[in-house]
């Protein structure tokens, strides 16, 4: 995110960089010369490629921690990053150090004759990164969509993934859950197994004829598995304002059949749904039942429904920016039977359907607190208000500071014992959560309840 200290003269290059490639469109051709000139490391190991609208982060999460698990050397790469840049590259659960990223890049820099994007100079460091560090398997999030995102320049990835198709980014995928799962069947490979995830009827039928079409194995979750999703009543002392839910996979491959048991950190019955698919792909592959389990359990993804609570505050980060995103939001919620007793922190991109996102999470809102995202791209506050002003008890905008909306919520002592959840764009909660880890940090040291305000940067 835009938080980002910047250091070295190649992560200085990097975010010079545009956004998109080219003429701002789309396009493969200058990622795979970029691979070319550096004798395609993509092709170095083993990868596992993963698409979808919502889960695919938390989906790879889950695959790097299973094959981690297992006594694997696992590269992953996920997107976007929350406060640093180096986030997006982990090699065995950790990000890449700032040396080595500040020096990859240089060397794209310097020896690339494609003029590459932002993402598409990301993608390639890890592909360099991965392959001088001997991963076993790599395992990559696609940017956006999938036809044309830099990660697909993957040529016999072991498994292709699409965790879920819903209506995001339609000004780039197409506005019909037909057009958008044909860009995110753009990963599908001849030969190489597809895993879906629940799709809805119209994003399958089209994602079943590409398959099909390419030669591509179908394996299906709701097909091959049998999943029993129930509230995990055995975690105790858990700090999460939400109860965790697992499940029991009951999974068969020829004459070979096991009963998994998922039970995530992350709460929400969606994330038990997301190590399921992972857990599919886990036990296909040959991971050991015990690795698959350990895995899940092990996965941590920040920013999704993620608790702190700090001095008799108690705070609930998500990053749900698209109206499926927050219906998952908005079911964990109703698991908890929380209705009408948050307090609201919300903000969002103009490129987001934000009026379905507020109908679907006014039912669990007490107050609500309008906060721009940290981006050129944010949508007006007084617009969100004024939409909100009829459909809401108490509606306010704050616009003065992202440390200074923490402040407020501990200064008052009006805040204490409440709930308050902050949601709607990652460029808002990444912002909230590093003024958050602030407090957190002075609290483990005794410090006193008024930090200094995280650095301008």
């Known amino acids: 995110m835009v938080s980002e200290e910047i250091q070295g003269e ?268 992972a857990a599919l792909v886990g036990f296909s592959l040959g991971l050991p039942q015990d690795s698959i389990e350990k895995g899940v359990r092990a996965a941590r993804w920040p920013a999704r429904l993620e608790s702190f609570s700090l001095q008799g505050r108690h705070f609930l980060l998500d990053g749900a920016h698209n109206p499926e995103g927050v219906e998952a939001l908005a079911a964990a919620l109703r698991e908890e039977e929380s209705e009408g007793s948050w307090i609201v922190v919300l903000g969002f991109l103009k490129t987001k359907r934000w009026r379905e996102m507020v109908e679907c999470i006014l039912p669990f809102a007490e107050e609500i607190i309008v906060a721009s995202p940290d981006s050129l791209m944010a949508e007006e506050g007084g617009e969100v208000v004024s939409y909100l002003k009829s459909r809401a008890k108490i509606v306010s905008m704050h616009d003065t500071g992202y440390d200074l909306l923490i402040a407020r919520f501990f200064d008052h002592s009006c805040f204490e014992g409440r709930k308050i959840l902050c949601f709607g764009s990652l460029y808002l909660v990444s912002r909230l959560r590093e003024e958050l880890l602030q407090y957190q940090l002075r609290e483990r040291e005794g410090a006193g309840s008024h930090p200094e305000p995280a650095a301008r940067k």
């Open 10 to 277: 190649g992560i200085e290059w990097l975010f010079s960089l545009p956004r998109w490639s080219g003429d701002g469109s789309f396009q493969l051709e200058g990622m795979l010369a970029a691979c070319r000139q550096f004798g395609n490391p993509q092709d170095a190991f083993p990868s596992i490629h993963v698409a979808g609208t919502n889960g695919k982060g938390s989906t790879t999460t889950y695959l790097d921690s299973m094959w981690r698990t297992a006594g694997f050397r696992v590269g992953s790469t996920t997107s976007p990053h929350l406060h640093r840049v180096h986030e997006r590259i982990q090699l065995d659960g950790a990000p890449i150090g700032d040396a080595d990223l500040d020096r990859l890049l240089l060397e794209i820099r310097d020896k690339s004759s494609s003029p590459l994007s932002f993402f598409e100079a990301m993608i390639l460091a890890s592909f360099l990164f991965f392959r001088e560090s001997g991963v076993d398997i790599a395992i990559f999030e696609v940017g956006l969509g999938g036809r044309l995102d830099a990660t697909n320049v993957l040529r016999k990835p072991l498994a292709t993934l699409i965790t879920s198709i819903g209506r995001d980014h339609e000004h780039i995928l197409g506005s019909t859950l037909a057009e958008i799962a044909r860009e995110k069947a753009g990963i599908v490979k001849a030969g190489c197994p597809l895993y879906i995830g629940e799709l809805p009827d119209e994003a399958h039928a089209v994602v079943e004829h590409v398959a099909s079409a390419r030669g591509a194995p179908l394996r299906d979750l709701r097909k091959e598995g049998q999943l029993s999703v129930t509230r995990n009543a055995g975690v105790v002392g858990s700090s999460s304002l939400l109860c965790r839910m697992k499940g029991e996979l009951h999974l068969s491959q020829g004459s070979s059949s096991e009963t998994l048991l998922l039970e995530p950190s992350l709460p929400g019955s969606h994330q038990v749904r997301n190590a399921a698919l």
